[in-house]
């Protein structure tokens, strides 16, 4: 589901975009390869990212962004004067995340005919403000050590809960660590629960704590989450990959018993509906590596 998402969101950009000059011979490159955004706040916007483009033997084509919403090209000198055999030029984008998690999307180029001749993959991180460090009043910044990167569920029954699993997050440097958020993001948060004694004292040099979740799978497939933490430690946030697959739903619950889901709900209607939700956002998914 989540690969056809992301081919999705690329053949099916047919909003307009920047008519290019030069029929494509020998397809135009892009240096460099990807792009990809730093951890951005959510509602700022993040520091322009060029790449550049050799266009090689081309005729007409127009470029389009996957996710316009969030990505956004701001300078251009492709579009302005028909563009020469070898000829190079480039496109400045910036990054503006309205959510915590990971955002993919691309810089497509398409001929006059529709088809798809290149694209450049963008991707980025939204996070709350805290992550970002301020140059003012922040604590002396210590080393963390995680026992582990990602938590590993494998495969329940929706809507069924896994027992909890935890890791220990423990501090190395030589001044105290403090946390002072843990989001829960990722592509599929709502299948997922944090549990958590990190946040609530510092955490003295050579002390630990724990992080953990608890898996409650809200669709069959394959679900990811992540854990963001932020505080005073080398690269933050850290983050944890979740990582669990829904099986088929549980039987509805007998009369008398704590129901899961509100009147009206049906597995089959929310995935239908996550489906439907997908395909309008065009690749706007939080996909933590």
């Not at 322009?48 to 996957?66: D, H, I, N, R, Y």
Request: proline share 8%; net charge negative.
């Amino acid at each position: 589901m989540k690969l056809l998402r992301r081919v999705f969101s690329v053949l099916c950009l047919l909003c307009g975009g920047s008519s290019l000059s030069a029929q494509t011979i020998a397809p135009p490159s892009f240096v460099p390869a990807a792009l990809n955004f730093p951890a951005t706040a959510m509602g700022n916007t993040s520091a322009p990212l060029t790449v550049a483009l050799q266009p090689g033997e081309v005729g007409s084509f127009v470029a389009q962004l996957g996710d316009p919403l969030h990505f956004e090209i701001i300078e251009d000198t492709c579009t302005q004067e028909p563009l020469q055999i070898g000829q190079s030029c480039s496109f400045s984008v910036t990054f503006r995340p309205d959510q915590f998690g990971h955002y993919a999307s691309a810089l497509v180029l398409v001929d006059s005919q529709g088809q798809l001749i290149n694209f450049i993959p963008m991707e980025g991180l939204g996070v709350d403000g805290s992550f970002i460090p301020s140059s003012a009043d922040s604590p002396t910044v210590t080393q963390v050590l995680l026992s582990t990167q990602a938590l590993e569920f494998g495969s329940l029954d929706v809507f069924a809960a896994s027992e909890l699993q935890s890791l220990t997050l423990s501090n190395v440097g030589t001044s105290d660590l403090r946390v002072k958020t843990i989001t829960l993001g990722g592509d599929d948060p709502s299948s997922f629960s944090l549990v958590e004694t990190c946040s609530l004292l510092p955490i003295k040099p050579g002390a630990t704590c724990n992080i953990g979740a608890i898996f409650t799978p809200m669709e069959a497939g394959n679900l990811q989450g992540a854990l963001a933490v932020a505080g005073n430690a080398e690269d933050a946030p850290i983050v944890i990959r979740l990582q669990g697959t829904g099986g088929s739903p549980l039987p509805p619950p007998s009369s008398g018993g704590c129901a899961l889901s509100s009147p009206g709900f049906s597995p089959l209607g929310a995935g239908l509906w996550s489906f439907a939700l997908s395909v309008l956002v065009l690749g706007f998914r939080r996909r933590i590596k």
